[in-house]
């Protein structure tokens, strides 16, 4: 009951910080704009209260600051709820959202759409579409084997590997002087072409993987002390996990295709939440969901006002996380 109640206000103030963090990302950016002036915008779009602010400031909350904020929001909790899954469903605290091939299979098909020379849309549509199709195929071949689990964790390096082969070749036959820097800063990930198109393409797959995998919460708690218990309770196993991990891909598919390659926060943020909800799947899942949002929302103002260069953002979740990992592992080595 303890632990109940502690996990509640853990989600509680975890949901109080996202909100927090997200007024005071409004004001950081090359353009000043201050918090009364966001203050009297939504007011007066709003409540109709006050005097109409400046046409310049509108367009920078709402077309600038507003669909970054919200799209380092969705890509940050997709791919640590994706995390989560992955590791309740393998029982492995290494899993991470790439375990199945999805991040090497986006990165093909952006790699591929850049080299078509296909528009914006349509390197985000390739990505997703290829990152869904590598989880494909490694299930296809995850299924032949008697191990399902160690299977499928390997049929996804495998797959992973290939994928990332052909990014190389790619990234050979490439323009030099525009083609190949596009892929690369894509592959270091980036939330600087936010907007609301990309947006709605993140948020209606990251809400719809959030939302299966919070309504089996319960099944996947069991995935967690075996298969054999679980049938004992009354649970498929093998169907709980299909769609686990379909929905974590589908999260996976959507944060990587609209943002590029964003490693460490889908195996990092798990962990982090873990120490503060428990392991009960019904807290530790949304919890790591409001951490992965905070998170990433955070180490996006860092990439953008760091420096007078925006820092590609998959750079600062690398200089963060492994380190971070590294001192967990320490600890749970020392016993402390």
């Not at 939330?191 to 719809?208: D, E, F, H, K, Y």
């Not at 679980?230 to 295709?257: D, E, Q």
């Not at 996380?321 to 320490?330: H, K, R, S, Y």
Request: glycine share 12%; charged share 10%; aromatic share 6%.
């Amino acid at each position: 009951m303890k632990k109940t109640k502690k996990a509640g206000w853990v989600l509680a103030v975890l949901l109080l910080l996202l909100i927090g963090c997200t007024l005071l990302s409004f004001p950081l950016g090359r353009y000043p704009v201050s918090l009364g002036d966001i203050f009297r915008q939504f007011g007066y779009d709003l409540l109709g209260l006050g005097e109409s602010p400046a046409d310049s400031i509108g367009r920078v909350i709402y077309n600038i600051r507003l669909p970054r904020i919200l799209l380092a929001i969705t890509v940050g909790a997709g791919l640590s709820a994706a995390g989560c899954a992955y590791q309740c469903v393998f029982q492995n605290p290494m899993a991470s959202p790439d375990v199945l091939g999805a991040s090497s299979g986006a990165a093909f098909g952006a790699a591929l759409a850049i080299l078509a020379g296909a528009a914006s849309g349509g390197i985000t549509l390739s990505a997703f579409v290829m990152s869904l199709g590598s989880m494909l195929i490694a299930c296809l071949v995850g299924a032949t084997g008697r191990d399902k689990i160690m299977t499928l964790v390997l049929a996804g390096m495998m797959v992973s590997s290939l994928f990332s082969a052909g990014t190389s070749c790619l990234k050979l036959a490439a323009d030099p002087e525009s083609q190949l820097p596009e892929i690369t800063y894509w592959l270091m990930g980036s939330l600087s072409g936010a907007n609301w198109n990309s947006v709605l393409t993140a948020l209606i797959p990251t809400a719809l993987g959030l939302a299966v995998l919070l309504l089996l919460r319960w099944r996947l708690q069991l995935l967690t002390i075996g298969d054999e218990e679980a049938r004992a309770l009354g649970i498929h196993p093998g169907r709980t996990r299909l769609a686990v991990i379909l929905a974590a891909t589908l999260l996976t598919a959507a944060a990587i295709s609209s943002s590029g390659t964003i490693g460490w926060v889908g195996l990092v943020i798990p962990h982090m939440t873990r120490r503060l909800t428990g392991s009960e799947t019904r807290f530790l899942l949304p919890g790591t969901a409001l951490m992965g949002g905070i998170f990433l929302l955070v180490v996006d103002n860092v990439s953008r006002t760091l420096l007078p260069v925006e820092l590609p953002i998959g750079i600062l979740t690398a200089f963060i996380g492994a380190p971070f990992f590294l001192w967990m592992m320490v600890r749970r080595g020392g016993g402390r």
